[in-house]
Structure formats: structure tokens, C-alpha cells
């Protein structure tokens, strides 16, 4: 955190589109992380920047996802069906998704651990219907204390297939729309920022809008699988712990 005393803002983004970004305040600061509201971009919490931004005219949306997609959204103060009541309403009403979600502009789809075949059934009768589709992010696994299990692109993957449409955007990492959103929450510009990730998408997500990228070796990414890819792909700086993080993030400041 020594950039962050230094007067750099650091701002954190995640993938995950399973909870609220004010959860993820306490856990932070209780590792002394420099953290605020405004300071945690969730792949969500960006989607429901992203629709605001460019579907000015989108009022409901249908969330396919956990409880924490559903209140990103209304924080944004849209009119939220889940895919939980509208398939509700489809069994006992038997009506179609669409009528049961109530006609949403859009369907942002995320991480569902309640998933069913009448939610799938729910979001591609929406999207059928002109709902654009908007994907949280493609991780198509996610790693749990019993193994991984089904990420949201395996969610995404399947509404699409039902569908017959793909998603319009995809937020999250490795593309570029989650950082933006990240760095436009704090007055600045993507390329300016250093993005550090100890994944490979996090590299790709930096490249993406321009920016230096730092590949921490602390996760399962190791110094030669970045050193095999493409010149233009590669990190700009490996860091093998924090405190070889904090030489190479001085030696890119004085650059």
C-alpha cells in the first residue's frame, strides 16, 4: 500500500458478479488495504455502469445471478426482476419469460447458484423478445473449497445457446469495459493506470485499454507461461511477492 500513501489511487476490480462491492469494504480494510465506495469495481457493479451509460433508455432489466447483481442494479435505480420470480410466475401462471419478467430492456447474466431450466427458459424468451444481453463475464469456472464449479460464462453460455443470440458486451476481464468503468468511478483514464492481477486475464484486460501491466506470481500463473506468449502480450513487469511489487511499481512511477 505504499503507492497509495505516495498519493497513487488503487481502485480494485474482480470478476465476480456474486456480491455487492460494499462487502468487500471490510475485508480489505482489515488487511489494511486503502479502500472506499468507490474504490471496488465489481464485474456487476460495471455491467449495470455499462447499461446506464449506453442504454439510456433501458428502465428494467432481468438479473440472472446472486443477490448481489440484483442490488448493483437497483443502486443504479433500475426497475430488477430475477430470473428466480420470473420463473416463478412461468410455472404457476404459465406464461412466457418474457411476459414474467415484465418486458426488460435488458438481461444481465452473472453467477446463479439457484439456476434452473425455467430461469434459462425465462432469459431467452426476454431476449428473443429484443431484451439486449448483457454478460458479466465469461469465467467459465470458478474455484471452491470442493473444486471449482460452474462460473458465469457457463451460465452465459447456456442463455445464449437458448437464445440464439450472443450476449451485445461482455464486462468483465480480459476485456477492457470493467477497468474503464473502474478508472472513469475516480475521474481517471484507463491507459494511465498500472493494472496488477496474478492471472493471465488481468495482463490481457491491461493491454486492452493501454496500460502497464504487473503479473504477480503468487497465484497459479508462473514466469514462463508469460514469458511464452507473444512479445505484445506479455506483462510489463513480473513480481514474484509484494516486496518485489513495490520495487517494480517505484521503477514505473520514475519512469
Not at 134 to 161: K, L, Q, W
Not at 167 to 189: F, N, S
Request: proline content about 5%.
Amino acid at each position: 500500500w505504499r503507492r497509495a500513501a505516495l498519493g497513487d489511487t488503487v481502485v480494485y476490480v474482480t470478476n465476480n458478479a456474486m456480491h455487492y462491492h460494499g462487502d468487500y469494504l471490510p475485508r480489505l480494510s482489515g488487511h489494511g488495504a486503502p479502500v472506499g465506495p468507490d474504490r471496488v469495481v465489481t464485474s456487476a457493479r460495471a455491467s449495470a455502469l455499462w447499461i446506464r451509460e449506453q442504454l439510456p433508455e433501458a428502465e428494467r432489466v432481468l438479473a440472472v445471478g446472486a443477490a448481489g447483481l440484483e442490488r448493483e442494479l437497483r443502486e443504479l435505480d433500475f426497475d430488477v426482476a430475477t430470473a428466480g420470480h420470473a420463473a416463478t410466475r412461468m410455472a404457476q401462471e404459465g406464461i412466457d419469460g418474457w411476459a414474467a419478467a415484465g418486458h426488460p430492456d435488458a438481461v444481465v447474466v452473472g453467477l446463479d447458484p439457484q439456476l434452473t431450466y425455467l430461469r434459462i427458459a425465462a432469459a431467452a424468451d426476454c431476449i428473443r423478445a429484443g431484451a439486449v444481453l448483457v454478460a458479466t463475464n465469461r469465467d467459465a469456472i470458478y474455484p471452491t473449497e470442493r473444486g471449482f464449479r460452474p462460473g458465469a460464462g457457463s451460465v452465459v453460455a447456456a442463455i445464449e445457446t437458448a437464445a440464439r443470440v450472443p450476449a451485445r458486451v461482455t464486462i468483465g476481464k480480459p476485456g477492457p469495459h470493467l477497468l474503464e468503468m473502474a478508472a472513469t468511478a475516480v475521474g481517471l483514464q484507463a491507459k494511465d493506470a498500472v493494472m496488477i492481477g496474478d492471472a493471465l486475464t488481468d495482463v490481457q484486460a491491461g493491454t486492452a485499454v493501454g496500460a502497464r501491466t504487473v503479473l504477480m506470481l503468487t497465484g497459479v500463473t508462473t514466469r514462463d507461461m508469460a514469458e511464452a506468449l507473444p512479445t505484445a502480450e506479455r506483462p510489463t513487469r513480473i513480481a514474484a511477492d509484494a516486496d518485489e511489487l513495490a520495487t517494480v511499481l517505484e521503477e514505473l512511477a520514475a519512469d
